[in-house]
C-alpha cells in the first residue's frame, strides 16, 4: 500500500507536467503576431511613464494644429469625458461595483461650482476653493448614498443608484423653491432653468476663458487624475479593489474590510466626477438640469466599457472613440472615409481563408462594375443621381450605382440590408461568403443614396452603434482590458 | 489536557441553519505548534467549523477563544488580523490577478498606509510597499520549484490545480497567522502530490512554525501529520485522540462505513 503512494520523482526536482504546459499555452495566448503584437509587446512591456507620454505628446500637439472648433469637439468633451470615465472606472472597474448613478455626482460638482461662482447667487469664489468644494460635495454625497448600500451587491446596487440618479434630475428641477427652515423660499438649483452664467475659473489672477485655456486646465486636471489613479491601483487599496472584484468573500476572509474599501471606491468615483463637474460647469457657463440624464451616463458606461473595465489607458481610448467618431461623422466628406475604412479593415480582418477573401472583394467590386456596366447601357436612369462631392465620392460613383430620386428605393436597400445582414448570421461556410457580396453591396448601397446625406442626425448614432457591437464582439474584454477568466 | 493555556479554543459552541443542527455542543482546543486534523463523513459540519472559526458564520451558542480573548461576532478580516487564516475546500484565489498580486493583496490587515499616502508617495506607504512585496516573495520561495519566479506575474488561473492549492496556501501564509486552518489540503490531487503536501504541511510547522488545523479525507495524510485527530459525525465529537486510537475506534468505523460493517470489523 504504501509503495503505491511513493512518488517516482523527488518531489524537490521540477518535473515537466501539467504546469509546464498550461503556462506555455499561456505563452502563445499572449504572443500576439504582426504589427499589432509588435505594438502590443511594446505596450505590455513600457513602462507607466512612457504609456503616459504616448498620450500626453498628441495631446500637447493637438491645440497647437487645429482650429478653435475642433479642439473644442474633439479636445475638450473628449477630455472631460475621458475624466468622468476615470472616475467610473474606480466604482466599476477596479471594485467591480454597478453604480448608475454616477452622473449625478458629477452634476453635484456642476451645481456646487455654479451655487459659488455665477451671477445667479452673486457669490464670485475663485476657483481652487469652489473646486475643492464641488468635490467636497460630491465626496460627502457619495459616502451618503453609499453608506446605507455599501453591504448592497450587484443588482441591488444599481437599483439603489440608478433611483439616486434619477432623483438628483427630480431634485434639480424642483430646488428653486425650497421652503422650509433654514432655507426659507431659497432658490439653490434655479429648475428648470438651471443655473447660467456661470463664471470662468478663476486661478491665482489667471481666468480661463478660451477654449485653447479651457483645454490645458482641463488636460492637466486629468493628468493629475490619472497619475494619482495609477498610484492608487498599484497600492494595498488597488490591489484589494482588485481583490474584492473577484471574490468579495475571499478577500474579506483575507483581512480585507470589504464593505469598507467599497464604500471607499463608490467615493473616490464621486469626488472624481464632482471634479469633473466643475470643470463642465465653468465650460459650459451653465448647469442645468437635462445635462445629467441617462444619456450621459451610458455615454460613460460605454467608454469605460469599449477601453477596458478596470483600465487607465483604456478610458483615454474609449473616450477618443466615443466621442471622436460621432464628432468625425458629421461631416459626409469624413464620414464616407470613416466607412468605406472601416467596411475594408472589417472585410480584411474577419474573413478567412484568403481563398473567401478574394471571393468577397474580388465579387463584391465585379458586381458593382457589372451592375453599373449594365445600368449605363439599357437603364440610365440608375446612374442619373449626382454624387456627393470629395474624391471618394467620385470614385465610388464608378461603382456604385446612383439613382435619381433615390430615396424610396435607398429605403428598401436599407431594410434589405438589415435582413441580408441577419441571414449572414446564419449562414456558415461557403455560403455565408456568396451572400457577404450582395449584403456589402446593398449596404453600401443604402449608404450611398441615404445615410451620407443624413449624417448629421441619426446616421452617425446609427454608425457608432454599429462600431460598438463590432468591437466589443472582437474584443470583448475592451479595447484595452485583459480577457476576465470566470471559472477554469 | 494541556498545561499551558490553547492557542485556540471552543467551548460548547453549537451552530443550525433553520432546523438542521450542523454544529452541536463541540469542544476543541488546538495547542501552540501542535497539527489537529478534523475527519469525519460528508456532512459532518468540518467546513462550517471553519466558517465559524473565522467569522463567516456567527455560532448560536458557545465561545471561541484565540489566546483567551473571544473572537465571537468579529467580522472575518478582524478575526484574520487577530492571527486566524484559511484556505478554501473550493479554491477561491483571486484568479484574474496575478500570482504575486494574490500574495500581496491579503497584506492589506497587515498594513496601514491609506490611499491618499499612495498617492502622494509618502515614506510609510512606499516602505509598506516593499515589505508587502518582499513577504510576498518570500511566502511564495517557500513552495521552491513548485511556484518559481517565472509563474510570479502569470494570472493565478493560468497554474495547475495542485499550484493554486500552493497559492491558497501561500495566501493564507502572507497574513502572518498565528494558526492555518487548511480545508482539504490535498484533495483532487494524485498521489505523488498528495505525498508533497503531507511533507509540506509537516515543513510548514518545523520552518515556519505555524500552528495548524486541517481537515482531510486521505487518511494517509492524516496519518502522515496529526498529533491529535478530532472525528465529527453530525456536529458532533465522536473521538479524540492520537490517530491509531481514533481510527480504530467504533463510532468513527461505523460513522464511515456503517452499522453492520462495524460489527463485522
Keep these: 500500500m504504501a509503495d503505491e503512494l511513493t512518488p517516482q520523482v523527488p518531489p524537490d526536482q521540477p518535473r515537466i507536467g501539467v504546469d509546464e504546459w498550461v503556462a506555455s499555452v499561456e505563452g502563445k495566448r499572449e504572443r500576439y503576431r504582426g504589427p499589432v503584437g509588435w505594438l502590443r509587446r511594446g505596450w505590455d512591456t513600457a513602462p507607466a511613464g512612457a504609456r503616459l507620454l504616448a498620450f500626453v505628446i498628441p495631446a500637447a500637439i493637438f491645440p497647437l494644429v487645429t482650429t478653435e472648433g475642433n479642439l473644442f469637439r474633439y479636445g475638450l468633451i473628449t477630455l472631460l469625458y475621458a475624466l468622468l470615465g476615470l472616475g467610473l472606472n474606480v466604482t466599476v472597474g477596479f471594485a467591480g461595483l454597478l453604480d448608475l448613478g454616477y452622473i449625478a455626482f458629477f452634476g453635484f460638482g456642476a451645481y456646487t461650482y455654479g451655487y459659488v461662482a455665477s451671477v445667479h447667487t452673486g457669490h464670485h469664489w475663485p476657483a481652487v476653493p469652489a473646486i475643492l468644494l464641488a468635490i467636497a460635495v460630491a465626496a460627502l454625497i457619495g459616502f451618503i448614498v453609499g453608506f446605507p448600500s455599501r453591504r448592497l451587491v450587484g443588482d441591488y446596487l444599481a437599483i439603489v443608484t440608478l433611483f439616486f440618479g434619477q432623483a438628483f434630475v427630480v431634485f434639480v428641477n424642483n430646488g428653486d423653491r425650497i421652503n422650509f427652515w433654514p432655507f426659507n423660499r431659497t432658490d439653490l438649483t434655479g429648475g428648470a432653468n438651471g443655473l447660467d452664467n456661470i463664471d470662468p475659473l478663476k486661478l491665482f489672477g489667471w481666468t480661463v476663458n478660451t477654449t485653447k485655456e479651457y483645454y490645458w486646465f482641463t488636460l492637466g486636471a486629468f493628468l493629475l487624475v490619472i497619475i494619482l489613479l495609477y498610484l492608487v491601483s498599484e497600492s494595498r487599496t488597488g490591489r484589494a479593489w482588485k481583490a474584492l472584484r473577484e471574490d468579495p468573500l475571499a478577500a474579506e476572509v483575507m483581512s480585507m474590510p470589504v464593505n469598507r474599501l467599497k464604500l471607499m471606491a463608490f467615493v473616490f468615483g464621486a469626488a472624481i466626477a464632482g471634479f469633473a463637474g466643475a470643470i463642465y460647469g465653468s465650460v459650459q457657463t451653465g448647469a442645468f438640469p437635462g445635462d445629467f440624464d441617462v444619456g450621459l451616463l451610458i455615454t460613460i458606461y460605454a467608454i469605460v466599457i469599449l477601453g477596458g473595465a478596470g483600465s487607465l489607458a483604456g478610458v483615454i481610448v474609449g473616450a477618443l472613440v466615443v466621442n471622436g467618431v460621432p464628432e468625425l461623422l458629421r461631416d459626409p466628406n469624413q464620414a464616407e472615409w470613416v466607412f468605406y475604412t472601416a467596411l475594408v479593415l472589417l472585410v480584411l480582418t474577419k474573413v478567412r481563408p484568403w481563398q473567401k477573401l478574394v471571393t468577397v472583394v474580388g465579387g463584391t467590386l465585379a458586381l458593382g462594375f457589372a451592375l453599373v456596366a449594365i445600368a449605363d447601357a439599357w437603364f440610365p436612369r440608375w446612374t442619373a443621381g449626382e454624387p456627393n462631392t470629395g474624391k471618394l465620392a467620385h470614385w465610388v460613383s464608378h461603382w456604385m450605382l446612383l439613382p435619381s430620386h433615390a430615396t424610396q428605393i435607398a429605403n428598401w436597400a436599407y431594410a434589405l440590408t438589415i435582413a441580408l445582414i441577419l441571414v449572414l448570421t446564419l449562414l456558415r461556410g461557403w455560403w455565408r461568403t456568396i451572400v457577404m457580396i450582395p449584403t456589402i453591396y446593398v449596404g453600401a448601397f443604402a449608404w450611398e443614396n441615404l445615410l451620407v446625406e443624413q449624417t448629421v442626425g441619426a446616421t452617425r448614432f446609427l454608425l457608432l452603434g454599429a462600431l460598438l457591437v463590432v468591437l466589443m464582439n472582437a474584443r470583448p474584454q475592451g479595447l484595452f482590458g485583459t480577457a476576465r477568466v470566470e471559472i477554469v | ?265
Design chain 2, 1 to 265: 489536557m494541556a498545561a499551558t493555556q490553547p492557542l485556540l479554543a471552543l467551548r460548547g459552541v453549537s451552530k443550525s441553519f433553520g432546523g438542521l443542527t450542523v454544529i452541536s455542543d463541540l469542544d476543541l482546543h488546538v495547542d501552540e505548534g501542535e497539527i489537529v486534523s478534523v475527519i469525519g463523513p460528508n456532512g459532518a459540519g468540518k467546513t462550517t467549523l471553519f466558517n465559524i472559526i473565522t467569522g463567516v458564520y456567527r455560532p448560536d451558542e458557545g465561545e471561541i477563544l484565540l489566546e483567551e480573548q473571544s473572537i465571537v461576532g468579529l467580522d472575518p478580516h478582524q478575526v484574520t488580523n487577530r492571527g486566524v487564516a484559511r484556505t478554501f475546500q473550493t479554491l477561491r484565489l483571486f484568479l484574474n490577478m496575478s500570482v504575486r498580486e494574490n500574495v500581496m493583496a491579503v497584506q492589506y490587515g497587515r498594513t496601514k498606509s491609506s490611499p491618499f499616502e499612495a498617492m502622494l508617495r509618502l515614506p510609510r506607504a512606499r516602505r509598506e510597499e516593499r515589505e508587502i512585496r518582499q513577504r510576498a516573495e518570500e511566502k511564495l520561495s517557500f513552495f521552491g520549484q513548485r511556484l518559481v519566479g517565472y509563474r510570479w506575474d502569470q494570472p493565478a488561473y493560468s497554474l495547475s490545480y495542485a499550484n493554486r492549492r500552493r497559492l491558497e496556501i501561500a495566501r493564507a501564509m502572507a497574513t502572518e497567522p498565528r494558526i492555518l486552518l487548511l480545508d482539504e489540503p490535498a484533495a483532487g490531487m494524485n498521489p505523488a502530490e498528495t505525498q508533497e503536501i503531507t511533507e509540506l504541511i509537516g515543513k510548514l510547522r518545523e520552518e515556519g512554525r505555524y500552528t495548524i488545523l486541517v481537515i482531510e479525507h486521505d487518511m494517509h495524510v492524516v496519518e502522515g501529520i496529526s498529533d491529535r485527530v478530532v472525528a465529527l459525525d453530525h456536529g458532533v465529537k465522536i473521538a479524540e485522540g492520537s490517530f491509531d486510537a481514533v481510527a480504530t475506534d467504533p463510532r468513527v468505523i461505523e460513522a464511515y462505513l456503517g452499522l453492520r460493517k462495524a460489527e463485522t470489523k
